[in-house]
């Protein structure tokens, strides 16, 4: 499921009360409004009216066209017309990377409270002559959750499937992949602390909450169907980059945990203001 990895790099910005969105790009915003609005509803979308809806995003009909173009190529979306209008459907495999984001929204959690003390241990050597390759597959392994504790040898918290990590990049004869405990003298809190940059992550859910943690967030946006697209594809974005370190090694004040009630908050006081605008633009076909 290659298309799970990096689709957030947005050029897309709504600001309020100072704050800024962060940058994003029309397939992230894309992949929240499938994820919302066609995901298990059995149901195609006009393109005209996926039109509709991103104008008031200020994505430009051209962009959209140009992502959807891409997303087909990449078996994301189908593209069939009724009459003189053109509809979208899910693929199987849209459908299986959406629900991983779903799943990751709503049952992952902020802060990993069940860890056993197990790691997923990844090591990996490739040759100069497939540079791009390592290149991929350390970004790849950063997506799922995983940091460099030195060269060559990555870890992450608890057991992890990285079959999906390794799908298209043809390294399997090149990488070993094992579970392990931390062992004297070394300390799980050492692991994190060398592996992974906590104030990075803290300062992203940071980010999140001075943007989304006031009493009227987005007062420019035109309305809840745009906060809704908006909250939900940063959200996204963060749990997707969190790489869920164990809570016991986190400090007492990890500001995931209160980002994840405003989202929860928000998400909430957005769902049937935004579904009323969307029933309002969306002309749906059931296939």
């Known amino acids: 499921m290659s298309d799970i990895w990096p689709v957030y790099a947005f050029g897309v910005t709504i600001g309020g009360e100072g704050e800024s969105a962060p940058p994003a790009r029309p397939q992230s915003l894309i992949f929240s409004f499938l994820g919302i609005y066609a995901l ?14 991103f104008a ?3 994505v430009s009909e051209e962009a959209l066209r140009s992502t959807l173009a891409r997303m ?19 693929t199987p495999h849209a459908v299986a990377v959406l629900r991983d984001g779903r799943r990751r929204i709503w049952e992952t959690g902020a802060v990993n409270r069940d860890w056993d003390g197990t790691w997923t241990v990844v090591g990996f050597s490739l040759p100069d002559s497939r540079r791009s390759t390592r290149h991929d597959l350390r970004s790849r392994l950063i997506w799922a959750g995983f940091g460099p504790l030195q060269s060559g040898l990555w870890i992450a918290p608890g057991p992890k499937k990285v079959i999906d990590v390794f799908d298209s990049l043809d390294v399997d004869d090149h990488v070993t992949v094992l579970t392990a405990r931390a062992f004297e003298p070394t300390e799980a809190g050492d692991l994190v602390a060398k592996a992974f940059d906590i104030e ?17 967030p987005l007062p420019d946006a035109p309305d809840d169907l745009v906060r809704q697209l908006l909250l939900h594809t940063d959200w996204l974005q963060l749990v997707r ?5 164990p809570a016991e090694h986190l400090p007492a004040d990890w500001p995931a945990i209160r980002a994840e009630q405003v ?15 969307a029933a309002g633009l969306l002309d749906g076909l059931t296939p």
């Open 40 to 53: 298990d509803r059995g149901t195609a979308i006009s393109l005209g009216s996926m039109i509709d809806v």
């Open 56 to 58: 008031r995003l200020g």
């Open 72 to 90: 087909v190529k990449r078996n994301l979306v189908t593209r069939h017309r009724v009459g003189r209008r053109a509809y979208l459907e899910l």
């Open 200 to 216: 990075q992550i803290a300062r992203r859910y940071r980010a999140f909450l001075a943007r989304w943690d006031v009493t009227r």
């Open 241 to 245: 980059q969190d790489p869920h370190l």
């Open 263 to 277: 989202f929860r908050a928000r998400a909430e006081e957005y769902e049937r203001p935004a579904l009323k605008v």
